[in-house]
Nanobody, 127 residues
């Protein structure tokens, strides 16, 4: 059974950077689709980025485009989310998720399309 665990969250000042990691107990990130979502207190879960491993292009939400970058390690068991120029509105719990399916683009932002989720890691951006 695939398990995911996020790490790397913390407190950072506005304009700072953090790198989150999503680690799996298997070579989960060699196929299928994975994504990062986030959820701020009192708000709905927000999609951030999706990467289908059969394709080279990641898809980013407009709110993070140009500031966040998704990468994968060579073992294909860890995905990193490099977050630069952080803003107070980036404060949230960040979740990684995966599915064995190759999702279509129009379904990327729907959380129910992802089968396995990590417990989340908190990111707080101070002003």
């Amino acid at each position: 059974q695939v398990r995911l665990v996020e790490s790397g969250g913390g407190l950072v000042q506005t304009g700072g950077s953090l790198t989150l990691s999503c680690t799996s107990n298997e070579r989960t990130f060699s196929s299928g689709t994975m994504a990062w979502f986030r959820q701020a207190p009192g708000k709905e879960r927000e999609w951030i980025v999706t990467r289908r491993w059969a394709f080279s292009t990641p898809y980013y939400a407009d709110s993070v485009k140009g500031r966040f970058t998704i990468t994968r390690n060579s073992a294909r068991d860890t995905v990193h989310l490099q977050m630069n120029n952080l803003k107070p509105e980036d404060t949230a719990t960040y979740y990684c998720a995966t599915t064995a399916r190759n999702l279509i683009v129009s379904s990327f932002a729907t959380s129910s399309n992802y089968d396995t989720w990590g417990p989340g890691t908190q990111v707080t951006v101070g002003s």
